[in-house]
């Protein structure tokens, strides 16, 4: 994903799960399992940030509004 201005949680996800696919071929070369081993490391930093941002979001919508309820995500 080098386009990193069109990049977005669900697009980042779904490289996350071709990445990984690619990986698992054993006839993926090892120079280039490398390079996407780097590149799905970069990419689930990027995933693990969005989702902890829409957490505290969410917990500030859960706060404003103290008649929900917040459930711990993990």
Known sequence: M???NEKNFES?????EQISDLLENEETPLEESIKLFEEGIELKEYCEEKLKSAKIKIDKIVKKNKSLASTEFQ
């Open 2 to 4: 080098n386009k990193k």
């Open 12 to 16: 980042a996800l779904k490289r996350l």
